[in-house]
């Protein structure tokens, strides 16, 4: 069973900068790509960035030019690097990953919360 770990959000000041990671593990297969999505308290779930095996990412265009998705050196791990966070970012922070075969799978959230 593949099991995807998010790391601890946490709580910053509006105008700070938070770093996520993820890894996907027990996977069968390598990945097709590896996203984040967050969901704030009355909102649905929503796309914040991904990027795909290859490199292409896409980001919402609410975070472009402030968040930078990548893929580190660690097998089937990709983070997050969010700068000049705003109180509209907080949110639960969830890492998806579709492996090659199509299959979808999900952490259990993190919370970040921004303060202004």
């Known amino acids: 069973q593949v099991q995807v770990a998010e790391s601890v959000g946490g709580l910053v000041q509006a105008g700070g900068s938070l770093t996520l990671s993820c890894t996907a593990s027990r996977m069968r297969t390598t990945f097709n790509f590896m996203a984040w999505y967050r969901q704030a308290p009355g909102h649905g779930r929503e796309l914040v960035a991904k990027i795909t095996r290859s490199g292409t990412m896409t980001y919402a265009d609410a975070v472009k030019g402030r968040f930078t998705i990548f893929l580190p050196t660690v097998p089937n791990t990709v983070s997050l690097e969010m700068n000049s966070l705003q109180p509209e970012d907080s949110a639960v922070y969830y890492c998806?990953?579709?492996?090659?075969?199509?299959?979808?799978?999900w952490g259990q959230g993190t919370q970040v919360s921004v303060s202004l």
């Open positions: 998806n990953v579709q492996d090659v075969i199509g299959d979808y799978f």
